[in-house]
């Protein structure tokens, strides 16, 4: 409520207020109405303001979740950056495909590129199609997880090399609706595999 001198300052002589009060039940402010004279028909102006503030209420929380949503998103995004762990969705009957911003930044991609099916497979290697195609498929036919590296040709620059893992997700008849999956960056992982690989070689030859 506002304080005395307000009151007095103002010429409030009658204060009327409600709380704003989230679907959860938690108060996230007050709506109130001040007046010089006395309100009359005072139980009408209260219902009225209890309708108004249930709907500012909700208005405030739906702001307030889509802020917190908006700083996971981020918070997510920077882990999978650390991680250069990406993350897509493709949706079966449409042939759309949700990238992740990691997925983009590993697949030398921007958003605004867009994404699909097609230009996903343009961007491995010919010799890999049918080893990440017939994971996907056999998954899907098998209703199993799958998990196999390929390329990535990066323009440009020397190709990727990613771990791709996902699963297919169905209806209640069975019916493929979507392919969940996660990309991970293993190019640096694979050079020092091969730098090992060489050196213990040489050792051997010695």
Same mark, same amino acid.
């Given at each position: 409520?506002?304080?005395a001198?307000?009151?007095?300052?103002e010429?409030?002589?009658?204060?009327?207020g409600?709380?704003?009060?989230?679907p959860c039940?938690?108060v996230?402010?007050?709506?109130?109405?001040?007046?010089?004279?006395?309100?009359?028909d005072?139980?009408?102006?209260?219902?009225?303001?209890k #309708?108004?503030?249930g709907?500012?209420? /909700?208005?405030?929380?739906? !702001?307030r979740?889509?802020e917190?949503?908006?700083? *996971?998103?981020?918070?997510?995004?920077e882990a999978?950056?650390?991680a250069k762990?990406?993350?897509w969705?493709?949706?079966v009957?449409?042939?759309?495909v949700?990238?992740s911003q990691?997925?983009?930044?590993i697949?030398?991609m921007e958003?605004e590129?867009?994404t699909s099916y097609d230009?996903w497979?343009?961007? #491995?290697?010919e010799?890999?199609h049918? /080893?990440?195609?017939g994971? !996907?498929q056999?998954a899907l036919e098998?209703?199993e *997880?799958?998990d196999v590296k390929?390329?990535v040709?990066v323009?440009?620059?020397?190709?990727?090399?990613?771990?791709?893992?996902g699963h297919?997700?169905?209806a209640e008849?069975?019916?493929?609706?979507s392919?969940f999956?996660?990309?991970l960056?293993?190019t640096?992982?694979?050079?020092?595999?091969q730098?090992l690989?060489?050196s213990?070689a040489?050792?051997?030859?010695?």
């Amino acid at each position: 409520f506002p304080d005395a001198w307000l009151r007095t300052k103002e010429g409030v002589t009658t204060y009327l207020g409600v709380p704003l009060r989230a679907p959860c039940g938690e108060v996230v402010g007050m709506l109130g109405v001040v007046h010089d004279r006395l309100i009359e028909d005072r139980e009408i102006l209260e219902r009225v303001l209890k #309708i108004l503030a249930g709907r500012a209420a /909700v208005e405030i929380a739906r !702001v307030r979740a889509g802020e917190l949503v908006k700083q *996971s998103q981020a918070g997510l995004n920077e882990a999978q950056k650390v991680a250069k762990l990406g993350h897509w969705e493709w949706d079966v009957a449409s042939g759309d495909v949700e990238w992740s911003q990691e997925t983009f930044r590993i697949f030398s991609m921007e958003p605004e590129d867009g994404t699909s099916y097609d230009r996903w497979l343009d961007r #491995i290697p010919e010799m890999d199609h049918d /080893v990440i195609t017939g994971a !996907v498929q056999k998954a899907l036919e098998d209703r199993e *997880s799958f998990d196999v590296k390929h390329g990535v040709l990066v323009p440009g620059e020397p190709n990727r090399v990613v771990r791709c893992q996902g699963h297919a997700m169905y209806a209640e008849d069975g019916t493929a609706l979507s392919v969940f999956g996660t990309v991970l960056d293993v190019t640096d992982r694979e050079i020092a595999d091969q730098a090992l690989r060489q050196s213990e070689a040489r050792l051997a030859e010695a």
